[in-house]
Nanobody, 119 residues
Framework: QVQLVESGGGLVQAGGSLRLSCAAS????????TAWFRQAPGKEREFVAS????????YSGDSVEGRFTISRDNARNTVYLQMNNLKPEDTAVYYC????????????WGQGTQVTVSS
């Protein structure tokens, strides 16, 4: 399994922006599809966005469509989540995840980074 470390979380006012990073190590990064999930207190983990190994195909959850953008830099073994027009309901712990291209589930997870959006 690849090891993942997130960074870039913090406190921001509503309408602001943040960029999260996820650094991967321990495996050929291009063998993995990667994604971002989030979990707010008292809620289930929610899919945010995913990206194919080449970066050509992305998917976003309905709640972030048009505001968040996922990207990756395979030369740096890093995945990014650009978050614009943040809302208080975006407050959550954000997790980076990865799975091998032929796997059915994400099985490598980072420790998470806290994002707090104040109104």
């Amino acid at each position: 399994q690849v090891q993942l470390v997130e960074s870039g979380g913090g406190l921001v006012q509503a309408g602001g922006s943040l960029r999260l990073s996820c650094a991967a190590s321990g495996g050929p990064f291009t063998n993995y599809r990667t994604a971002w999930f989030r979990q707010a207190p008292g809620k289930e983990r929610e899919f945010v966005a995913s990206i194919s190994w080449r970066g050509g195909t992305t998917y976003s959850g309905d709640s972030v469509e048009g505001r968040f953008t996922i990207s990756r830099d395979n030369a740096r073994n890093t995945v990014y989540l650009q978050m614009n027009n943040l809302k208080p309901e975006d407050t959550a712990v954000y997790y980076c995840a990865a799975r091998l291209l032929m796997a059915s589930a994400y099985d490598s997870w980072g420790q998470g980074t806290q994002v707090t959006v104040s109104s």
